[in-house]
């Protein structure tokens, strides 16, 4: 069974720093594209970070480019997304999916649709 797990939320005070990760068991993230998506209560879910199957490129969201950085280990079959210098605003849970469209190979779009086998996400709460 093809699965990805969201480790790594909390709570933190604003301008503090937390680093997600996405493991996958089931398959190996070698194939794939993996996006970290986010959801604050009462809005949709949106993309924040995607990184290309071979780590080559990557794509932000204009609200945490110079903020965040989205890595993967794929010995490990684990994608990262490290947040730096985190605002209340980024209060939502996070998720991770996995793309094999051909929309996700050049210059990994992050779009809801291009995703699947999403994981059950991680909490992260940005507060003083």
């Known amino acids: 069974q093809l699965q990805l797990v969201e480790s790594g939320g909390g709570l933190v005070q604003p301008g503090g720093s937390l680093r997600l990760s996405c493991a996958a068991s089931?398959?190996?993230?070698?194939?794939?594209?993996i996006g970290w998506f986010r959801q604050a209560p009462g809005k949709e879910r949106e993309g924040v970070s995607c990184?290309?199957?071979?780590?080559?490129?990557?794509n932000y969201a204009d609200s945490v480019k110079g903020r965040f950085t989205i890595s993967r280990d794929n010995a490990k079959n684990t994608v990262y997304l490290e947040m730096n210098s985190l605002k209340s605003e980024d209060t939502a849970t996070y998720y991770c999916?996995?793309?094999?469209?051909?929309?996700?190979?050049?210059?990994?779009?992050?779009?809801?649709?291009?995703?699947?086998?999403w994981g059950r996400g991680t909490q992260v709460t940005v507060s003083s």
């Open positions: 999916a996995a793309s094999r469209s051909p929309h996700t190979i050049v210059q990994p779009m992050c779009v809801t649709s291009f995703y699947s086998n």
């Open positions: 990184i290309s199957k071979s780590g080559g490129s990557t």
């Open positions: 089931g398959f190996t993230l070698n194939y794939y594209a």
